[in-house]
């Protein structure tokens, strides 16, 4: 009978060697090492050195990623030793001080102690490292983000409350051990934001928008070589379409374009007038202009698909194909101003990569819904 565990843990170990020029005694050691722990105990570990390689990897693998030319830079914290309340939050502030570097991003991924039989995992309930909150009040008005509002109704179920603004910061909850959800807060000064200005149109500037600066998800499994890292928080650095013609502009989220369009003095009656282009170019414009007086690190689009050509380039001479999901790859402005727009791709997930995984919140809900708090908060 075969051993899925044991087969693509022997996968993860001969790529490993291969692209870390590892000869085959010391290969043939350690799969001999990762056969015998497997066998013995039904699991294995990796060494940092595997972990690190097999998380660049994975962000080499990630489909929707257009962001991959960077990906052998990813600095590894290798949190697998934190397992208590504070050991997970030091890891967590690690990261983001770390990663937001006064706005000069790094590309970071922590992670956490795997899944393990017999072993409660460590699991981390936000999206986003860093996320606004978003409430309805009793009208179905929406205040904030409304990508937000099932988690923030979570986390007032655990007894949390935000002051009820467009740009609440969420707080962080995670759970340890199959026990309770807990939430802690992030320190103010640890959350860099930027708030976008236009450079010719003052009057987009009464909007008051704003935005976080560094995208760290936390919601995604990392799979190495069988081994599933249901807590591994990772990021790059934003695009400015991400933020200006997604978060702000989609009619589910911020929805800004028709308040964007109004003080440019553009009319909304006929889309045949093309306002909703005209705006969403400005929108990007003060995104890109507001973070780089800002000093934070940002791509627009031209740059980082010209970026992605370089990666296809580099990865066609190491002989490995490139996988991506198109409609994530394409911007969503301009696009057939891209080389992306004009190419297929194999959509194939490969390992190790970057992987979604079922809602934590659902499991909880009913249950912290009915308790309203956790009794040690």
């Known amino acids: 009978m075969t051993n899925p565990l044991l087969e693509k843990a022997e996968s993860f170990i001969h790529q490993y060697c291969q692209e ?92 956490f102690a795997p899944r393990e039989k017999n072993k409660g995992p460590i699991r981390i309930f936000n999206h986003q490292l860093i996320r606004y909150a978003g409430y309805v009040k009793e009208n179905g008005e929406v205040i904030g983000d409304p990508h937000s509002i099932s988690f923030t109704q979570f986390c007032e179920s655990l007894g949390w409350r935000g002051k009820g603004t467009k740009y609440d910061v969420l707080p962080l909850v995670v759970q340890l051990h199959e026990g309770e959800p807990f939430y802690f807060n992030l320190p103010p000064d640890m959350i860099k934001e930027v708030v976008i200005k236009h450079r010719s149109i003052p009057e987009i500037d009464e909007l008051q928008l704003k935005w976080y600066a560094v995208p760290i998800i936390s919601d995604m499994k990392l799979e190495i070589g ?68 800002a000093g934070v690190s940002m791509v627009d689009h031209h740059t980082a698909g010209n970026q992605f050509a ?36 194999k959509n194939t997930w490969n390992s190790p990569n970057f992987l979604y995984q079922p809602s934590f919140i659902k499991k909880n809900t009913e249950q912290n819904l009915i308790k309203k708090s956790c009794p040690f908060l």
Request: aromatic letters at 10%; hydrophobic letters at 40%.
């Open 226 to 293: 069988g081994i599933d890292y249901i807590a591994a928080p990772f990021n790059g650095w934003y695009m400015e379409t991400e933020i200006a013609a997604r978060n702000f502009a989609d009619e589910k989220r911020y929805h800004e374009l028709p308040s964007v369009a109004e003080k440019m003095g553009l009319s909304t009656k006929l889309a045949s007038n093309l306002w909703k282009d005209r705006a969403i170019i400005e929108l990007n414009q003060a995104v890109l202009d507001s973070f780089k007086q």
């Open 310 to 345: 370089l990666f296809e380039e580099k990865e066609a001479l190491e002989g490995r194909e490139v996988t991506g999901d198109w409609s994530w790859l394409v911007p969503p402005v301009s696009p057939a101003s891209s080389h992306i727009f004009h190419k297929r791709y």
């Open 20 to 111: 870390m020029n590892i000869g085959p005694a010391e290969k043939e050691k350690r799969i001999e090492e990762v056969q015998n722990s497997i066998l013995t105990t039904g699991t294995y570990s990796h060494t940092t050195s595997e972990l690190q390689f097999g998380a660049r990897a994975a962000w080499r693998n990630s489909n929707r990623c257009i962001g991959r030319l960077f990906w052998n830079s990813l600095q590894l914290f290798d949190a697998r030793d934190a397992l208590s309340k504070e050991e997970v939050k030091e890891a967590l502030f690690n990261h983001i001080d770390y990663a937001t570097n006064d706005g000069k991003i790094r590309s970071t991924v922590t992670i």
